[in-house]
């Protein structure tokens, strides 16, 4: 399992490796776009211009990295990792519409083939190189991403890798015009233009995904209902939420646990299941957790059932002139079980104990439609 890395440090890496991506295709856009002028290469002059896309990438991962990692607010109470995703969204229409407007361009000169230029052999070397950076800049990005968590960073190194593919295919374009192809250049920068156009498409459908709240991965949804029911006192899971915020997956669960047990123990049962869901998956970043004690997605509510101050009203009727000391409520399918504690005193009084019993049959024939059970119990003092 990957550790997680402290939010601070890692907006530092993920500036800093956008840092260096943006010094890196700063020079590699000058020196593409300036040797395939010189060289006569539209498909390497192309490949400057994914350069660029890609410098405007890590301008905006950078813009995008400072705006998401402020703190949560009241305007923004889960944060503004969202503007990351929207970042990517921004990008990947960037990338679409520059790979439009390059085909068209290309396309345009095929119409001419004697118009299209033929690069010169220095290009050749000017792609190699950029082969290479590309592919150091897309591992070195990646590595950075996993640690982080980052899928705009991760996001952004493919962009790196697609921009090392891109140069492949202009070297092979280039060598195609030199060997007596001469519409080869033009050929791979189309190639290339769509290529950058997928990646575009892919980051705004991963975009739209997020902002709409689609659940995490079946499998891992899957992982995720298992391990809730790992956690002891959880006897049932029946509702499970799940939804990506920039790197953070946010959980919203229902569990069911003993209806007889106390509040707080199934307060405890819940927070220990959040604490193991944030613990065993990397995303997750926080779990709200729902305690039921049933499936209420299955119960038909026919009618309102009795708040507990309109049910003291009703017992303090029935059990008029006998102190009563707790009631417990138990609002199961779709009706109530009453447990009523009486001071250990009253079976000291053989009337008030009998009393007690008859009103008990009293409510069973009254209040069949309200209270499925009564239950009564004695409690007394003790001392040693």
């Not at 104990?353 to 209270?371: G, H, N, R």
């Amino acid at each position: 399992m990957t550790s997680k890395t402290d939010s601070p440090q890692g907006d530092s890496l993920k500036r800093r490796a956008s840092l260096v991506g943006a010094l890196i295709n700063i020079l590699q856009t000058i020196i593409k776009i300036s040797f395939g002028i010189v060289g006569q290469s539209t498909a390497l002059i192309v490949d400057g211009l994914h350069s660029l896309s890609d410098l405007l990438s890590d301008i905006l991962v950078i813009i995008a990295v400072r705006m998401g990692s402020r703190s949560a607010d009241g305007d923004h109470p889960y944060g503004h990792r969202r503007f990351e995703t929207i970042a990517t969204g921004v990008l990947g229409i960037s990338l679409v519409v520059m790979s439009a407007s390059i085909v068209w361009h290309v396309v345009e000169h095929l119409n001419d083939p004697s118009s299209l230029p033929r690069p010169e052999k220095l290009t050749l070397f000017v792609a190699g190189v950029s082969i290479v950076l590309n592919e150091w800049l897309y591992h070195y990005t990646k590595g950075i991403a996993k640690r982080t968590r980052s899928k705009l960073l991760l996001a952004n190194a493919w962009h790196q890798r697609s921009d090392a593919l891109s140069s492949l295919v202009v070297l092979f374009g280039i060598v195609g015009v030199l060997l007596g192809y001469p519409i080869a250049d033009a050929v791979a920068a189309i190639i290339v233009a769509l290529m950058v156009a997928k990646i575009g498409v892919g980051l705004v459908f991963e975009s739209i995904k997020e902002l709409v709240d689609t659940a995490l991965p079946s499998a891992m949804v899957v992982n995720i209902r298992n391990t809730i029911m790992t956690v002891p006192g959880v006897e049932g899971i029946h509702l499970l939420r799940t939804r990506q915020m920039g790197e953070d997956s946010y959980i919203d669960a229902h569990i069911v646990v003993d209806p007889r047990i106390t509040v707080s123990e199934g307060h405890f049962i819940g927070d220990a299941v959040r604490d193991e869901l944030v613990s065993k998956f990397d995303d997750v970043l926080d779990v709200l957790v729902h305690v039921d004690p049933e499936d209420d997605e299955r119960v038909a509510q026919i009618r309102k059932l009795f708040t507990r101050a309109e049910m003291e009203i009703v017992l303090g009727q029935y059990f008029s002139g006998i102190p009563i000391e707790h009631i417990h409520l138990h609002y199961l399918n779709g009706a109530i079980e009453v447990e009523v504690i009486f001071p250990f005193s009253v079976c000291q009084y053989p009337a008030q104990l009998a009393s007690v019993y008859k009103q008990c049959a009293l409510i069973d024939e009254e209040m069949a439609w309200c209270i499925r059970q009564i239950s009564v119990f004695f409690k007394g003092a003790y001392s040693v």
